[in-house]
C-alpha cells in the first residue's frame, strides 16, 4: 500500500528472485520448502494512521497470525518487525525492552501502536504454545533512500521542505528527542536478529544517539545549505516526547550496534532526495 514497485527492479535480475503479490491480512500462500519468514508488512508513518487505520490494524493483528501460520506450516523461522511505537510516550529513558510502555489505546496512534503490541503478543503465543522459533525486532526511526516523499516522518518532511526552499515544520517547541538509524544499519540489525539471535524476546535496533528535533531541523538546514527558516506548529496527540534505544541486548548477544554515523547517512539519502524532487 505505501511501497513502490520501482523498488523491486534490481531485485528481478538476481538470480533465484520472485515476486508474488498477496494480501497478508486475508491469506497467505507458499508453495515449497520455507526457511524463514519475515514479516514486515505495515503502513508506519503518522500521516497513514488517519488514512488507513482499519488495514493498519488488520496487517497487525490478522496479517501476522496468518504469517505465522505460514511459518508454522513450513517448519520456518518466523521474524517480526515490531517498533518502538509498543513504548508510546516513554516514562523511562532510555528505553529497554523490559519496559511495557504507555500508550494510548484509542488514540490516533493506537491503530499502529496497539496492532503492533498484539503482534508481539501473537508471536509469543505461538512460541509458548507451538515451539515455534520467533524473534522480534523492535524498530527504531530509520532513514535512507528509497523513502517517500509524502512519508510524513521527520527526515523526509525536513529533507523535502529544505530542499524545496519552503519553512521546515518543528511541532511543539522542537524539545522532543529522536534518534536516527540509517537503512543499512537496520537490515544488518535485522539479520543478525534472525540468524544469531537465538533468543525469542524482543531486540531493540536503533541508534542510541539522541537529538532534539529542533537541533535535527538546524542540522538538515546546514547540511543541503537551504535558506529555509524554521516554523513552529502544535505538537500532535501522543506525539512522543522522548524516544532513544536501549541496546544493550543487541550489543552483548547479537555484537551488534549501528555504524553508519548520522553525516554519513544524510549525504546518501540527500542525494537521493534531491534526485526524487526533480523526478
Known amino acids: 500500500m505505501t511501497s513502490r514497485r520501482e523498488s523491486l527492479e534490481e531485485l528481478h535480475?538476481?538470480?533465484?528472485?520472485?515476486?508474488?503479490?498477496?494480501?497478508?491480512?486475508?491469506?497467505?500462500?507458499?508453495?515449497?520448502?520455507?526457511?524463514?519468514?519475515?514479516?514486515?508488512?505495515?503502513?508506519a508513518s503518522p500521516v497513514d494512521f488517519a488514512a488507513m487505520?482499519?488495514?493498519?490494524?488488520?496487517?497487525?493483528?490478522?496479517?501476522?497470525?496468518?504469517?505465522?501460520?505460514?511459518?508454522?506450516?513450513?517448519?520456518?523461522?518466523?521474524?517480526?518487525?515490531?517498533?518502538?511505537?509498543?513504548?508510546?510516550?516513554?516514562?523511562?529513558?532510555?528505553?529497554?525492552?523490559?519496559?511495557?510502555?504507555?500508550?494510548?489505546?484509542?488514540?490516533?496512534?493506537?491503530?499502529?501502536?496497539?496492532?503492533?503490541?498484539c503482534a508481539e503478543a501473537f508471536a509469543m503465543a505461538y512460541n509458548r504454545a507451538h515451539g515455534l522459533d520467533t524473534r522480534i525486532v523492535r524498530i527504531f526511526n530509520t532513514y535512507g533512500p528509497g523513502m517517500r516523499l509524502d512519508d510524513g516522518r521527520v527526515v523526509p518532511n525536513f529533507l523535502g521542505q529544505a530542499l524545496r526552499g519552503e519553512p521546515l515544520t518543528v511541532y511543539g517547541d522542537g524539545s522532543q528527542t529522536r534518534s536516527f538509524t540509517y537503512v543499512d544499519d537496520l537490515v544488518a540489525g535485522?539479520?543478525?536478529?534472525?540468524?544469531?539471535?537465538?533468543?525469542?524476546?524482543?531486540?531493540?535496533?536503533?541508534?542510541?544517539?539522541?537529538?532534539?528535533?529542533?537541533?535535527?531541523?538546524?542540522?538538515?538546514?546546514?547540511?543541503?545549505?537551504?535558506?529555509?527558516?524554521?516554523?513552529?506548529?502544535?505538537?500532535?496527540?501522543?506525539?512522543?516526547?522522548?524516544?532513544?534505544?536501549?541496546?544493550?541486548?543487541a550489543r552483548s548477544l547479537l555484537g551488534?550496534?549501528?555504524s553508519v554515523q548520522l553525516d554519513e547517512g544524510l549525504k546518501l539519502t540527500v542525494e537521493y532526495f534531491r534526485q526524487a524532487i526533480r523526478a
Open 256 to 258: 551488534w550496534e549501528p
Open 13 to 43: 535480475q538476481r538470480p533465484g528472485f520472485e515476486f508474488f503479490e498477496q494480501d497478508v491480512s486475508e491469506e497467505v500462500t507458499v508453495e515449497g520448502d520455507v526457511t524463514d519468514v519475515l514479516h514486515l508488512a505495515s503502513p
Open 190 to 249: 535485522m539479520l543478525a536478529v534472525l540468524e544469531r539471535g537465538d533468543d525469542h524476546l524482543p531486540f531493540n535496533i536503533g541508534n542510541p544517539v539522541e537529538t532534539t528535533v529542533l537541533e535535527f531541523a538546524r542540522r538538515i538546514i546546514e547540511f543541503t545549505e537551504s535558506k529555509s527558516e524554521i516554523v513552529f506548529r502544535p505538537l500532535p496527540a501522543d506525539d512522543p516526547r522522548q524516544r532513544c534505544p536501549d541496546i544493550g541486548r
Open 53 to 117: 487505520p482499519i488495514q493498519i490494524v488488520k496487517v497487525g493483528t490478522l496479517g501476522t497470525h496468518n504469517m505465522l501460520g505460514l511459518a508454522r506450516s513450513k517448519g520456518a523461522r518466523f521474524l517480526l518487525a515490531s517498533t518502538s511505537e509498543v513504548y508510546g510516550d516513554p516514562l523511562v529513558h532510555p528505553q529497554p525492552e523490559s519496559y511495557w510502555g504507555n500508550v494510548n489505546p484509542i488514540g490516533p496512534r493506537g491503530c499502529y501502536d496497539e496492532s503492533k503490541r
